[in-house]
Structure formats: structure tokens, C-alpha cells
């Protein structure tokens, strides 16, 4: 006898309004991620008592609630108020609420009576940073990043740049699983085609969800922009904010030499900050 699987009909939704799902897909490898995190602010911050790290757009706090477990005070916000209810959920979950402060905000204002706390590390990882939708809505986040860093604090932005007109569609794959429910995520990239307009620096990025759990099998669409930068538009955009460019590193924070195309991490840091120390920080050629 063949037992055939059941499949709930595709329905189109906001993947990111689906919390649960988001943390069991983007769960594996947070430690070594969190790891990374770490060997940054020791490069460019220096060894920090009582460390206090910010997240804009965190999401399901993994990233922070990870760092609690080892010390780390963390402070993140959100737009979206299920994913910020959920990370408080599993902070509490996992006895760290102590150490985590998330609310709802935008990244463009969210310190207006919220952060209180200095940060000596502020992160925003795999291209979150491009969902802010224009030039001047990323210079208020940057300003507001900025009023929000220790004086000697630094900000990692991870950012694909783009070459319009010369990118191929890609496509990733991602998998997770937590208890009985098991993920898979195929995700398209149609790369934006013009650097002239908001509408044609635009990166379309389609995601099919397949969860599966109890025999059953459900299929979730949706789909989100992202803006697109050229290298010569961020450093410009940098350039005109209240923050500036110290190093380009991997994910580790070796220094890494700043692509044409492809994935960065940009080291910034504000204006006004004078380094305390020499240590290794290499400003980047133009």
C-alpha cells in the first residue's frame, strides 16, 4: 500500500510575518556567526566590559539572545511586532530576558527615547540593511546609528553590491529543522537592471517555503524588494552620512579587499569617534 503525503494548496503570504518558520530557517550556524561578531568588536572596539551590542531590524533576536548566553547585553528592534513578541518569547524561554532589550521600531527613526544604552557594537548582517527603501531613509538610520555608538563603538553592515545590467538570476536553498517541523527555502534573485530611479535599482527576491510536519506538507509564496547599490552609490551615500568607512572585512573581520560585486562587510564608525588605540584598523583605498 502506497501512502501519498498530504499537500496544503500554495498560498501567497509574507514569510517574514511567520516567525516560527523565520527562526528554524535561519537558526543553523547563528553561534558561528555570533563568533564572528565577537572577533570584530575585539578588533575594532577592543576587549569592552559588560559589552552592549544593537541590532536594527533583529528579527527573531537569534543573533542577540546568542550573545546573551555569553555576557553580551543586547538591545534590538523591529517593524514587525510578531517577530519582536516571538524573540521576547524565546528570550524569556532561554533565561536571558535580563540581558535583552527588543522592541518595535523603524530603522530610520528608532532612537527617539528608545536606545539608552551606548552601543560598542552595532550589526546588521546579509543585506537586511538594503531593506531600507531610499537614500535619505538609509542617511536618518545611519545618523540614528550613529548618536547610538559608544565613542570608540563601530557598526558592521553586510551588503551585496550590484552591477546593473551584468548579473545573472541566482538562486539559494535553505534548510532547517527544529522538533517535528522541517523547513526548505528556495529563494530567486531578479538582480535590479538600472542604477537611475528607485524603481529599476530594485532587486526582486521570490521565496517558496516548503514546510513539512505531521505528514503534512505546506506551501508558502512571497516576495520583497531589496534597493541596490553599486559600490560607487554606497561610498558615496557613506560619504554624505554621519558615518565613515574604516575597514572592509569577512565575516570574521579580516580585512577583506572591497568588491566590485559581491558580499561585503563594511566596518563604520562615526564621524566625530577618535580610535583610543592603533589597533589594526585599516582605512579603505578608494
Known amino acids: 500500500m502506497i501512502r501519498s503525503r498530504m499537500v496544503r494548496p500554495m498560498k501567497p503570504v509574507d514569510f517574514y510575518s511567520l516567525p516560527h518558520y523565520y527562526d528554524i530557517l535561519h537558526e543553523p550556524g547563528t553561534p558561528g556567526e555570533v563568533d564572528g561578531l565577537f572577533d570584530i568588536m575585539r578588533r575594532f572596539v577592543g576587549s569592552v566590559r559588560d559589552p552592549v551590542w544593537l541590532e536594527p531590524a533583529c528579527g527573531t533576536g537569534r543573533y542577540l539572545i546568542e550573545a546573551a548566553r555569553r555576557?553580551?547585553?543586547?538591545?534590538?528592534?523591529?517593524?514587525m511586532p510578531k517577530m519582536v513578541e516571538y524573540a521576547n518569547r524565546r528570550a524569556e524561554s532561554e533565561g536571558v530576558e535580563a540581558m535583552t532589550e527588543m522592541f518595535v521600531a523603524d530603522m530610520r527613526s528608532f532612537t527617539r527615547g528608545r536606545v539608552d544604552r551606548p552601543a560598542h557594537l552595532a550589526f546588521n548582517l546579509i543585506n537586511t540593511i538594503r531593506h531600507v527603501n531610499s537614500d535619505a531613509a538609509m542617511l536618518d538610520h545611519l545618523d540614528c546609528v550613529a548618536k547610538s555608538l559608544a565613542p570608540d563603538g563601530v557598526y558592521a553592515v553586510g551588503i551585496s553590491l550590484c552591477a546593473y545590467g551584468q548579473e545573472p538570476e541566482t538562486e539559494d536553498i535553505w534548510t532547517g529543522k527544529r522538533g517535528g517541523v522541517q523547513i526548505s527555502q528556495v529563494v530567486n534573485y531578479i538582480p535590479a537592471f538600472g542604477r537611475n530611479g528607485n524603481a529599476a535599482r530594485i532587486e526582486r527576491v521570490i521565496s517558496h517555503l516548503t514546510v513539512t510536519r505531521s505528514g503534512e506538507e505546506e506551501h508558502i509564496d512571497s516576495s520583497y524588494g531589496l534597493r541596490s547599490y553599486d559600490r560607487e552609490q554606497w561610498r558615496k551615500l557613506i560619504d554624505e552620512s554621519a558615518m565613515e568607512i574604516i575597514a572592509t572585512t569577512d565575516e570574521h573581520g579580516e580585512d577583506f579587499p572591497e568588491p566590485v560585486v559581491g558580499y561585503i562587510i563594511?566596518?563604520?564608525?562615526a564621524r566625530q569617534a577618535r580610535s583610543k588605540t592603533s589597533r589594526s584598523r585599516s582605512p579603505v583605498s578608494r
Do not use: A, Q, W
Open 266 to 269: 563594511y566596518i563604520l564608525r
Open 71 to 79: 555576557g553580551v547585553h543586547g538591545i534590538g528592534f523591529d517593524i
